[in-house]
C-alpha cells in the first residue's frame, strides 16, 4: 500500500462524528498529517471516551451538533469551506436499532440525507467519503465475501437503515454529483473493526474489557458468528487513500468501495474472546445458553478486491496484530498510562510498518 501522508497537511477537513470511536481515530491521524479539522457530534456518551481521552478537543475545532439538524450542520460546514468531508456520525449499535428503531433511522438515513445535502452545496469540496457497515449487505449467510455490486438490505434496524443510506447516497451521486467536476465521492464498507478507545454497550472488545477489569467471566452470546475482524487503523487508511484519490481524480474513484480484513481474519467470536484473553494474560470464557432474542448473522464477510486492485491497498495488522494492539491499548489505560501517547505511538508504528506480503 502506497500513501503520500502529507496529502492533508495544511488542508481543511470536516468529520461528522469525532466524538465516536472510529471517529475519533480518524481526526487524531488527520491532526497528526497536519490537517486543519473542524469536527461535529454530538457530546461523547461515556466520560471515558476515546475523545475525551485523548482531550481532541484542544486539537481541533470541535462543534456539538446533532447531523438531524440540517441547518446547523450546513452552517458548521460551509463556515470552515472544507477540501476534504469525512461522514462517520451514525447510531452504530445493531442492539440499540431493536430498542431505538426510530432514532436508527433517523440519524442513519435522515442524517445522512442531509450530509449529501450539505456536501451538494458546499462548493469548496474536492472530496468525500460516506461512511457505511458491512452489514449494508442483504446477508443470505453465503460462504464468500460480499461484493460492492451485491444487494443490499437487512433485517434488523441498523442493517436497514445502513442499507437505506447507501441508495440515498447511490441517488444523490447519479443525480447531482456524478459529473460535478473536480469533485470525487465514495460510500465505504468496512469489516467489524476493534482498536482502543471503544467503550460502548453490547461490542465484543468493550464487554470482554468490562469482564476482565471486574475478574468476571467473558459471556459470549453468539460463539460460532463470524465476523470479519480488523483493526480500526486499517479502513481509515483506506478511508484516507481513497479520499487522496478522489481529490485527485475523482470520477475515476467515485462510487463504493469495500475495506475489510484479509480471509485469515474471519474469525468466530469465540476466537477473538480467546485470542484476547490469551493477550490480556487472564480471564475465563462462558457461553450463554437459550434463545437469541433478536436476529444476529451468523455468516459475514466481505470481497476488497476492487480496493486491492485499483487503490493497492491492503491491511495491514493481521488478526493476531489486531487484537494485541487492542489489548495492549485497553490494558496501559488502565494501568494509567496516557491515552494519547498510546494512540499517537500505535498511528506511528501503523505508518511505519510494512506491508504484509502474504495478503
Known amino acids: 500500500m502506497r500513501h503520500d501522508w502529507t496529502v492533508f497537511k495544511g488542508k481543511r477537513v470536516f468529520v461528522t462524528g469525532d466524538t465516536g470511536f472510529k471517529g475519533s481515530w480518524l481526526c487524531l491521524w488527520l491532526h497528526r498529517l497536519g490537517a486543519d479539522i473542524v469536527g461535529f457530534a454530538l457530546p461523547p456518551e461515556q466520560p471515558n471516551a476515546h475523545f475525551n481521552l485523548l482531550k481532541l478537543h484542544r486539537l481541533i475545532h470541535h462543534i456539538t451538533g446533532d447531523i438531524r439538524d440540517l441547518k446547523s450542520l450546513s452552517r458548521a460546514a460551509k463556515g470552515h469551506k472544507p477540501e476534504f468531508f469525512f ?21 442513519n438515513v435522515g442524517g445522512s440525507v442531509n450530509v449529501l ?151 468466530t467470536v469465540h476466537d477473538l474472546a480467546e485470542t484476547f484473553v490469551s493477550r490480556w494474560g487472564e480471564g475465563r470464557i462462558q457461553i450463554r445458553k437459550g434463545p437469541r432474542r433478536v436476529h444476529e448473522a451468523g ?41 494519547p501517547q498510546i494512540s499517537q505511538r500505535q498511528i506511528q508504528a501503523f505508518m511505519e510498518g510494512r506491508d504484509d506480503s502474504r495478503n
Open 87 to 107: 461522514h462517520l456520525a451514525a447510531q452504530p449499535l445493531v442492539k440499540r436499532s431493536y430498542d431505538e428503531p426510530e432514532l436508527t433511522f433517523d440519524t
Open 117 to 267: 445535502e450539505v456536501i451538494r452545496s458546499t462548493p469548496s469540496l474536492r472530496a468525500a467519503i460516506y461512511v457505511t457497515s458491512d452489514k449494508c449487505y442483504r446477508n443470505r449467510e453465503i460462504p464468500r465475501g460480499y461484493r460492492e455490486t451485491d444487494e443490499l438490505g437487512g433485517v434488523d434496524p441498523y442493517s436497514a437503515s445502513k442499507a437505506a443510506a447507501e441508495m440515498a447516497f447511490a441517488a444523490y451521486f447519479e443525480s447531482f454529483l456524478k459529473t460535478r467536476e473536480h469533485f470525487g465521492i465514495a460510500s465505504v464498507r468496512a469489516g467489524n473493526v476493534i482498536g482502543g478507545g471503544d467503550w460502548s454497550a453490547d461490542r465484543i472488545v468493550p464487554d470482554i474489557v468490562r469482564a476482565l477489569r471486574k475478574r468476571d467471566p467473558i459471556t459470549l452470546r453468539f460463539p460460532q458468528a463470524t465476523r470479519p475482524w480488523q483493526h480500526v487503523l486499517d479502513p481509515l487508511s483506506g478511508y484516507l487513500l481513497l479520499a487522496a484519490r478522489l481529490a485527485d481524480a475523482g470520477h475515476r474513484y467515485s462510487g463504493s468501495w469495500n475495506f475489510g480484513p484479509n480471509q485469515r481474519a474471519i474469525r
Open 299 to 339: 455468516l459475514l464477510q466481505l470481497n476488497s478486491e476492487k480496493a486491492h486492485r485499483l487503490l493497492r491497498w491492503k491491511p495491514r495488522w493481521e488478526f493476531d496484530d489486531a487484537v494485541s494492539r487492542t489489548a495492549e491499548w485497553y490494558k496501559s489505560v488502565l494501568a494509567g498510562q496516557p491515552a
